[in-house]
T-cell receptor, first 116, second 115 residues
Framework: EAQVTQNPRYLITVTGKKLTVTCSQN?????MSWYRQDPGLGLRQIYY???????DKGDVPEGYKVSRKEKRNFPLILESPSPNQTSLYFC???????????????FGDGTRLSIL | AQSVAQPEDQVNVAEGNPLTVKCTYS??????LFWYVQYPNRGLQFLLK??????LVKGSYGFEAEFNKSQTSFHLKKPSALVSDSALYFC?????????????FGTGTRLKVLA
């Protein structure tokens, strides 16, 4: 089944304890992205990647890191989490990013992070 | 600044009636526009997109949207609402500016279809 898989689905942790949220897609998609969803703010893009070793900042990158060493994986790293990073996080992927063949994004089911 | 606005936090409609969920955008260049739907405890699901061509776009589950360049709008519509359409709807835009590969989402509109 074609899907975007995020782990963990839920995590409660404490300020300053490094954490990684994994994201994997099995569709050979080029474009991958991370979003956070907050009430009243909708989805905001954190980072995106157009291919292996090609990443760029979205609108809210502060406090986050990403890497794209393999095409299928795009982990989100919080090196020193803080309470304002408590949110619902979504990973997404799409087949292409160029405007000629632009395809919609497929989303994972989300990771709810609580940072105390 | 580039932005997407969904002016209504919630839209209520009776089952069988037509529904409209509004979206306006402010981006440079020609936008690429999308609608997504989110059900509880799930990720977003794609409904439809406008890249170029015909201003009226048809998508999944009987939804359609009309791109209006002069009004910078991309409203989502359905002729006859179902209770199962109740969900959270997001409008998204990717500016066509060269070198821009970001997506901008609206704040979401909760659709409630009443039986």
């Amino acid at each position: 089944e074609a899907q975007v898989t995020q782990n963990p689905r839920y995590l409660i942790t404490v300020t300053g304890k490094k954490l990684t949220v994994t994201c994997s897609q099995n569709m050979n998609h080029e474009y991958m992205s991370w979003y956070r969803q907050d009430p009243g703010l909708g989805l905001r893009q954190i980072y995106y990647s157009m291919n292996v070793e090609v990443t760029d900042k979205g609108d809210v990158p502060e406090g986050y890191k990403v890497s794209r060493k393999e095409k299928r994986n795009f982990p989100l790293i919080l090196e020193s989490p803080s309470p304002n990073q408590t949110s619902l996080y979504f990973c997404a992927s799409s087949l292409s990013w160029d405007r000629v063949t632009l395809q919609p994004q497929h989303f994972g089911d989300g990771t709810r992070l609580s940072i105390l | 600044a580039q932005s997407v606005a969904q002016p209504e936090d919630q839209v209520n409609v009776a089952e069988g009636n037509p529904l409209t969920v509004k979206c306006t955008y402010s981006v440079s260049g020609n936008p690429y526009l999308f609608w997504y739907v989110q059900y509880p405890n799930r990720g977003l699901q794609f409904l439809l997109k406008y890249i170029t061509g015909d201003n009226l776009v048809k998508g999944s589950y009987g939804f359609e949207a009309e791109f209006n360049k002069s009004q910078t709008s991309f409203h989502l519509k359905k002729p006859s609402a179902l209770v199962s359409d109740s969900a959270l709807y997001f409008c998204a835009v990717r500016p066509s500016t060269s070198g821009t590969y970001k997506y901008i989402f609206g704040t979401g509109t909760r659709l409630k279809v009443l039986a």
